[in-house]
């Protein structure tokens, strides 16, 4: 097996053959596109097997103050089986070696058929790798929208049902929209994040995704970002920021109203999401972060209810792991960070 740079082209083909049901947005040349823009640089590297691509890995190449750079596959590599991901993480090691950087972070994935995807056993000790804090969610749900209706609710938890049908009789409406209801989304998770005590990204983050992405079409574009309100009344009382791409609907940011909260708004959003996604042949519905089962991220136990309420299927990757090029910078850097973060 090799690595070769492979064109944006057959990276996309091979997402789309050998997806993981959670998606792959973030290993797409379009969001590749968006880190160029802004002022990153990317790359494109497939692992082949003869003649075959059998894994690819969408690479960032990202600075840090000091001078001092590292490389990001976020939510990559992916291989198509297993066995091939240890080959691929050593040539990768081997490929940015000696070319200045303070290290490598890696998310691994691999395909699997199966909704479940049982990735955390990735077993840093043998490659050589330091597992650190997640960078992007390491556990998830995701629904199976090839379900009917009947077949969803019934998975669903109760409570859920009983929300969802006390919603519906409220006079809720939806409406999806995109860069036009950025104001309004940032005033309301603004209120969420002082409710439940969480940070926010900058508002430019948030602009960045609806600036490049909220215009694209949602099912042939490769992705596709928009804001799903619920309003009662003409008052927005939820909004939600959604990512189109690849036959999976994922929910990136949630924001709610303190007010009418009875009303059940974020049920209703969501299960109008479903709704929607399943009429536009969507497969699956990541619900983007809940808890993992290691009992790490205690804070997130509310959302985690809320979200393995709807009936899905736990998901859990690998997590974050980093290999250090120079290890005694490296260590001191993740020692300052550290300090950064305590005070």
Same mark, same amino acid.
């Given at each position: 097996?090799?690595?070769?740079?492979?064109?944006?082209?057959?990276?996309?083909?091979?997402? $789309?053959?050998?997806?993981?049901?959670?998606?792959?947005?973030?290993?797409?040349?379009?969001?590749?596109?968006?880190?160029?823009?802004?002022?990153?640089?990317?790359?494109?590297?497939? $692992?082949?097997?003869?003649?075959?691509?059998?894994?690819?890995?969408?690479?960032?190449?990202?600075?840090?103050?000091?001078?001092?750079?590292?490389?990001?596959?976020?939510?990559?590599?992916?291989?198509? *089986?297993?066995?091939?991901?240890?080959?691929?993480?050593?040539?990768?090691?081997?490929?940015?070696?000696?070319?200045?950087? $303070?290290?490598?972070?890696?998310?691994?994935?691999?395909?699997?058929? *199966?909704?479940?995807?049982?990735?955390?056993?990735?077993?840093?000790?043998?490659?050589?790798?330091?597992?650190?804090?997640?960078?992007?969610?390491?556990?998830?749900?995701?629904?199976?929208?090839?379900?009917?209706?009947?077949?969803?609710?019934?998975?669903?938890?109760?409570?859920?049902?009983?929300?969802?049908?006390?919603?519906?009789?409220?006079?809720?409406?939806?409406?999806?929209?995109?860069?036009?209801?950025?104001?309004?989304?940032?005033?309301?998770?603004?209120?969420?994040?002082?409710?439940?005590?969480?940070?926010?990204?900058?508002?430019?983050?948030? *602009?960045?995704?609806?600036?490049?992405?909220?215009? *694209?079409?949602?099912?042939?574009?490769?992705?596709?970002?928009?804001?799903?309100?619920?309003?009662?009344?003409?008052?927005?009382?939820?909004?939600?920021?959604?990512?189109?791409?690849?036959?999976?609907?994922?929910?990136?940011?949630?924001?709610?109203?303190?007010?009418?909260?009875?009303?059940?708004?974020?049920?209703?959003?969501?299960?109008?999401?479903?709704?929607?996604?399943?009429?536009?042949?969507?497969?699956?519905?990541?619900?983007?972060?809940?808890?993992?089962?290691?009992?790490?991220?205690?804070?997130?136990?509310?959302?985690?209810?809320?979200?393995?309420?709807?009936?899905?299927?736990?998901?859990?990757?690998?997590?974050?792991?980093?290999?250090?090029?120079?290890?005694?910078?490296?260590?001191?850097?993740? $020692?300052?960070?550290?300090?950064?973060?305590?005070?």
């Amino acid at each position: 097996m090799e690595l070769r740079n492979i064109t944006a082209a057959e990276l996309s083909k091979f997402i $789309l053959e050998y997806p993981p049901s959670g998606g792959l947005f973030l290993q797409t040349p379009a969001w590749a596109k968006l880190e160029n823009n802004s002022g990153g640089q990317t790359d494109f590297l497939g $692992l082949y097997e003869g003649d075959f691509l059998v894994g690819i890995a969408s690479i960032i190449f990202r600075k840090l103050p000091g001078g001092f750079k590292y490389i990001y596959i976020s939510r990559g590599p992916v291989v198509k *089986e297993k066995k091939c991901l240890k080959l691929f993480l050593e040539l990768l090691v081997k490929y940015y070696k000696d070319k200045g950087f $303070l290290f490598l972070r890696v998310e691994p994935v691999w395909h699997s058929h *199966e909704l479940h995807i049982e990735n955390n056993d990735f077993g840093e000790k043998d490659f050589g790798f330091k597992k650190v804090s997640d960078v992007q969610p390491r556990a998830t749900v995701i629904l199976d929208l090839t379900h009917p209706e009947e077949r969803l609710l019934s998975a669903m938890h109760e409570k859920t049902r009983y929300n969802i049908r006390l919603a519906l009789k409220k006079g809720l409406e939806t409406s999806l929209i995109g860069r036009e209801g950025l104001a309004d989304f940032w005033n309301l998770l603004k209120t969420t994040a002082g409710r439940d005590g969480f940070a926010t990204h900058p508002k430019s983050h948030y *602009e960045a995704l609806l600036v490049n992405f909220g215009a *694209e079409p949602l099912v042939q574009g490769e992705l596709a970002v928009r804001l799903v309100e619920v309003r009662w009344q003409g008052k927005l009382l939820a909004s939600n920021m959604l990512a189109f791409s690849n036959g999976v609907v994922t929910y990136l940011h949630g924001a709610s109203s303190n007010e009418h909260r009875e009303l059940m708004p974020t049920y209703f959003l969501h299960w109008r999401t479903i709704q929607q996604a399943q009429g536009l042949n969507f497969k699956f519905y990541d619900l983007w972060g809940v808890a993992p089962s290691d009992g790490s991220k205690s804070s997130w136990q509310g959302i985690t209810r809320f979200k393995l309420g709807w009936g899905g299927k736990r998901v859990e990757y690998s997590g974050t792991f980093d290999f250090p090029y120079k290890n005694t910078t490296y260590y001191l850097y993740r $020692l300052v960070n550290k300090l950064r973060r305590l005070f």
